[in-house]
């Protein structure tokens, strides 16, 4: 069971909710679930309307970095992560600091997601 922290300057105050473990919700359908406001265009890693900022709660927690060919590339495009960042994810489970929140699945890691509330703005 994960714990995700939004927040965002579009919202009152900070909320956390429980990605169930095993389940293979991306952060945006999870924020669908509970109302919040991340923008979002394609839901396919297309737009990058759904960029986020990512940092883990715990450091030590980090599993794998699953990152999709389409969010790698879709990420580069925006000048949101660079050849070393990805081979980082890759290689080192080191997590990059942006994300599309369609293609960013909630895994057993807590993790705090910033949104700023303007489509691709982070
Ligand atoms: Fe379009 Fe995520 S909603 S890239």
Known sequence: MAIVTFTSPMMHKDKAVYAVAGDT??????????????????RDGNCGSCLIEVSYDDPTQKKGIMLTDKEKSKLKELGKITEEEIENAEVNDMPPRYRLACQFIARDEDVTVAFSGVPGGA
Request: aromatic fraction near 12%; glycine fraction near 0%; charged fraction near 15%.
């Open 25 to 42: 919700k991306t952060i945006l359908a999870l924020a669908d679930q509970y109302n919040i406001p991340i923008p979002f265009d394609c």
